[in-house]
């Protein structure tokens, strides 16, 4: 996909993302203050009010006072939960365990065994089996942890297990996930933000546009450190595009994210690295 066919981000997720970034705080975002923040990225006043008030009705954000919005408890822990992985670098350990989850979910709960297997592939676990999945060191304990939270923990057994061999790996790796499909995000990621990164190392921009420039990039990057499983380089074809796609997030981070800040002014609630 070419940078100019890549579809926009949605509202709702720029939404999630300005309230990741600067919402965590004690004090609640005025709506003129999130209306004139995701402006800057695009969408206009009547589309992020819609956004908001479909938000609030499903529980994501919370109305603290008249015009005023803060992330809904679950929402919050998710996030500071998401840091580490979406912001961290996390190399593979050979000598970790894995996690393989087994579950069973009662025919008649079939909505909560959607969400559970739609959570799990979203945390980066492998299928192995219909009701067997898989993940390398790191996952495990951050999506039981999640689990938890949305009170699916209790229909999943756990177990530890050593690491496959790379020679396993390599052999089955392409069958327990979707690696082109995550290949390609990180190819259209590469083609979004390079070209930003040329115009921010040649000629920086103003503290606006870096802040829509900042919550473009974390939009697009948060959810694929969750698809990525993070296996091992050896187990990955050569030309895996996860490495240079990480080091132009760190990069373009390193360089947005304290004019961002200053735009936003709320300098003190940005999540540092």
Do not use: C, N
């Amino acid at each position: 996909m070419t940078e100019a066919a890549r579809p926009q981000p949605l509202v709702r997720d720029l939404i999630v993302s300005l309230f990741g970034l600067y919402g965590r705080g004690a004090e609640p975002l005025p709506i003129s203050q999130i209306i004139a923040l995701i402006g800057t990225a695009g969408p206009d006043e009547q589309s992020v009010r819609s956004s908001v008030s479909r938000m609030k009705s499903r529980g994501l954000l919370d109305a603290a006072e008249a015009g005023h919005y803060h992330l809904a408890g679950r929402r919050a822990a998710a996030f500071e939960a998401g840091d580490s992985r979406i912001f961290g670098d996390h190399p593979y350990d050979p000598a970790a365990a894995w996690s393989l989850a087994v579950f069973s979910v009662p025919e008649s709960q079939r909505a909560r065994r959607v969400l559970l297997k739609k959570t799990l592939g979203e945390m980066g676990f492998g299928v192995v089996g219909a009701s067997v999945y898989i993940a390398p060191s790191g996952i495990g304990e951050e999506a039981r942890a999640r689990l938890a939270r949305l009170e699916l923990d209790g229909y999943v057994e756990w177990f530890d297990l050593h690491p496959p061999s790379i020679d396993r790996l390599r052999a089955e790796a392409a069958q327990w996930w979707d690696l082109d499909a995550v290949a390609e995000e990180y190819r259209d990621f590469l083609a979004e933000f390079a070209p930003v990164r040329e115009r921010w190392d040649s000629a920086p921009g103003t503290d606006a546009e870096a802040f829509a420039d900042h919550l473009r990039l974390v939009t697009a990057w948060r959810d694929l450190p969750y698809r990525d499983p993070g296996l091992p380089a050896e187990a990955l074809p050569a030309d895996w595009p996860g490495a240079p796609a990480r080091e132009l997030f760190l990069h373009l981070r390193r360089t947005l994210a304290e004019p961002a800040a200053r735009y936003a002014g709320h300098a003190d609630l940005e999540r540092r690295d």
